[in-house]
């Protein structure tokens, strides 16, 4: 059973930068859909990024600004947050589904335990 740990959340200041990271453990990332979702306190999970195979996605809300990406020999999905925005404070989630890419948080089926940013004004 694969297991993944984000870390790199934190404070940021609006207009600035955080890359996140997830590991992934006793799985692979080959053939499998990597995504980013984000919780804010009172709201649904919602898709930010995913990456299959040679295809990424993006929520109109990120497009420009942020940048997944993905080391498949060390098993590391990032996602670089540039120009952030106080709208994006939450917990970010990395997930991982058996298939190509979703934009539906039901439809992954492996998930980290969340970290947090928080972008002041």
């Known amino acids: 059973q694969v297991q993944l740990v984000e870390s790199g959340g934190g404070l940021a200041q609006g207009g600035g930068s955080l890359r996140l990271s997830c590991a992934a453990s006793?799985?692979?990332?080959?053939?499998?859909?990597m995504g980013w979702f984000r919780q804010a306190p009172g709201k649904e999970r919602e898709f930010v990024a995913s990456w299959y195979a040679d295809y990424t996605d993006y929520a109109d809300s990120v497009k420009g600004r942020f940048t997944i990406s993905r080391n498949n020999a060390y098993k590391i999905l990032y996602l670089q947050m540039n120009s952030l925005k106080p709208e994006d404070t939450a917990v970010y989630y990395c997930a991982r589904r058996t298939a190509g890419l979703s934009r539906r948080p039901e439809q992954y089926d492996n998930w980290g335990q969340g970290t947090q940013v928080t972008v002041s004004s």
């Open positions: 006793g799985g692979t990332f080959g053939g499998y859909t």
